[in-house]
């Protein structure tokens, strides 16, 4: 096991992380309720939808990049420098290339992809994807480097810019879905400029001379295996809305946009810890005990603080709904209960999946993205058309639901970690939690 002190560590890293994405997605959720209010259920609908272009561009071409920058560096394998030389380049040619991919597909195919999402809409939101590919490989470098303050500091600006653009906006009375999405195009420039500074200090950011293809070839290999899987996770978590906004409409997309919205404010937890502790379990590559042990207590503590947490939002939810976004969007409240047990569980996977990518074990978390994909594109298809976007928050519960049990049944065959490790706490939990927190001296 690791000791208290490397535990402490985590746990301020954990809690520091997890502070930076509670703001952020508060900062998120208010940007949506400032296009709820001013738009309504179609106009969040729609400003969701057409956020998925940059994203989706975003995880179809950055190549895995992040994660393979994150296991080099975290693992001494290759020094911060070189990493950085070779995913800038790489990066400024695959912004380039994804522009011309995704200008072309809005003017020749929008209309069927995006159906009652306009052209211009479309074309604004693809501003955001150069800066927020380029902003991906610098956060994951100071992920890689476990240097969470600077890390934090990046990755929050930009909710916070593009708030305050769009509340601008309203204040001054001009707030349509174009402005809205060049304010948060423009937010995300600013931080990716600030990202840069602050990268700037630990490497020379135009440096050149250094031996490329010595990195990408491995960080390529690796990458791209984690890229198909993030792919497929991305689709996963986003293919709902899609289908939901082809096969049932935009006010329909923008009511179930509220319940994702709100039901991932849970992920939060998840992924604060899955930031810190993906860098520790690389680092530990020659440590397999502590390795053994981290693992399923990390996945205790993130199952249980997330169930609790689904607790609390339950109970408020209808209330809360009601407050935040009006009657229009009650319909919300069914969607994200049927959400919620399959977010519960995820979290739990999350963690999982962070020990096998730490191994190398990248082909697994790949096929089983796939697998899960699959599973989850059926279950929408089904029952979308006679559910509506019920039927999509049954399909990903499914699909989540899933994912977790073979998961849990693949780490207890091939590492000897029954499942029940990962699930029910232990009394040196409480022990450990303990330790963390030192009473003060009398």
Request: one cysteine or more; proline letters at 4%; aromatic letters at 8%.
């Amino acid at each position: 096991m690791t000791s208290t002190p490397s535990m402490r560590r985590t746990g301020i890293d954990i809690a520091l992380t997890f502070s930076r994405q509670f703001l952020a997605g508060l900062m998120q959720l208010g940007l949506l309720l400032i296009v709820a209010w001013g738009l309504g259920p179609e106009g969040a609908g729609t400003y969701a939808v057409a956020l998925l272009l940059p994203s989706i561009l975003s995880q179809l071409l950055n190549l895995g990049l992040a994660s393979a920058n994150v296991y080099f560096v975290a693992s001494r394998q290759f020094s911060l420098a070189q990493v950085w030389v070779a995913s800038r380049d790489l990066v400024l040619l695959m912004g380039v290339l994804g522009l011309g991919v995704g200008v072309g597909l809005v003017l020749l195919m929008g209309e069927l992809a995006f159906p009652g999402i306009p052209q211009m809409v479309l074309l604004s939101a693809l501003l955001i994807y150069p800066t927020s590919l380029m902003a991906g490989i610098v956060s994951g470098l100071f992920q890689a480097l476990q240097d969470f303050r600077a890390y934090n500091i990046a990755v929050l600006i930009q909710p916070v810019l593009s708030l305050a653009g769009v509340c601008l906006l309203w204040l001054a009375d001009q707030i349509d879905i174009t402005a809205i999405m060049t304010a948060v195009a423009v937010a995300h420039g600013v931080a990716l400029a600030v990202a840069l500074a602050l990268l700037g200090r630990r490497t020379p950011l135009a440096a050149t001379g250094v031996a490329r293809m010595e990195y990408l070839r491995p960080a390529i290999s690796f990458g791209l295996k984690v890229h198909l899987g993030n792919i497929m996770s991305f689709l996963n978590y986003r293919l709902d809305m899609f289908l939901v906004n082809l096969l049932a409409g935009p006010i329909a997309a923008g009511i179930y946009t509220v319940a994702v919205r709100l039901a991932e404010q849970l992920w939060m937890i998840s992924q604060s810890v899955s930031t810190v502790i993906f860098p520790r379990l690389s680092a530990m590559a020659n440590d397999e005990s502590a390795r053994r042990a981290f693992t399923p207590l990390m996945a205790r503590i993130v199952l249980w603080i997330t169930l609790v947490a689904a607790g609390f939002l339950a109970a408020i939810l209808q209330p809360l709904i009601q407050l935040l976004f009006g009657s229009e969007f009650v319909g919300a409240v069914a969607a994200l209960l049927v959400l919620l047990p399959g977010i519960v569980l995820l979290s739990l996977g999350r963690v999982v999946a962070n020990d096998f990518a730490a191994r190398g074990w990248v082909g697994i978390n790949m096929v089983l993205a796939g697998t899960v994909l699959l599973i989850n594109t059926i279950a929408n298809l089904v029952l979308i058309p006679q559910f509506g976007f019920l039927g999509a928050a049954m399909a990903t519960t499914l699909a989540y639901t899933f994912d977790v049990t073979v998961r849990l049944l693949l780490q207890w065959r091939l590492l000897g970690v029954p499942w029940w490790e990962c699930m029910i706490p232990t009394r040196g939990d409480f022990t450990m939690i303990k330790r963390l927190f030192p009473k003060g001296k009398k």
